[in-house]
């Protein structure tokens, strides 16, 4: 069962008991984020330093995360590094129409036993090779996209 990504801030969740969500879905995403980073690591060429296979590396965490959770998560880590002139402006800019992310305002919440560190679920590759890492997976999915929206066509077709 795949897990749909909570949204919403912190505040929103505690506003509306949903902090349980929250919860799950952070952790999730913190998952998703050292998924990437070993699949990345793992895609190295062993005899040649600095090859990476970032194609094979994005099919395989989108595959075991799904696409709206590594898209999310690449997504907080570019904009949580958005003065960083290692990522592609494209890149960057891909980030902001994947998420808004929530910046917290945190009132008296001690007692919910939740790390405030805003995200949790960065992605701590190397900054050049992640850039290649989410431009190969912003390709995939828009791949995987036209296929699901040319499959939908042919569908309505056959009624």
């Not at 960057?92 to 939740?114: C, R």
């Amino acid at each position: 069962m795949e897990h749909k990504v909570y949204k919403h801030s912190l505040e929103h969740a505690i506003a509306n008991d949903e902090v349980a969500l929250y919860r799950d879905s952070d952790k999730r995403n913190e998952t998703c984020a050292r998924g990437i980073e070993k699949a990345i690591q793992e895609s190295n060429h062993p005899l040649r330093q600095y090859n990476y296979d970032l194609h094979t590396a994005s099919r395989k965490v989108l595959a075991e995360y799904g696409t709206e959770r590594v898209a999310w998560v690449l997504s907080a880590t570019l904009q949580r590094a958005s003065h960083d002139g290692r990522f592609s402006d494209d890149n960057k800019n891909w980030a902001h129409t994947i998420s808004n992310l929530f910046l917290p305002h945190y009132h008296n919440i001690s007692s919910l036993n939740i790390d405030m560190s805003f995200p949790q679920y960065s992605v701590g590759t190397h900054p050049a090779v992640l850039d290649g890492f989410v431009g190969v997976t912003r390709k995939i999915i828009a791949e995987q996209e036209h296929v699901g929206s040319r499959e939908k066509r042919v569908d309505r077709s056959d009624r």
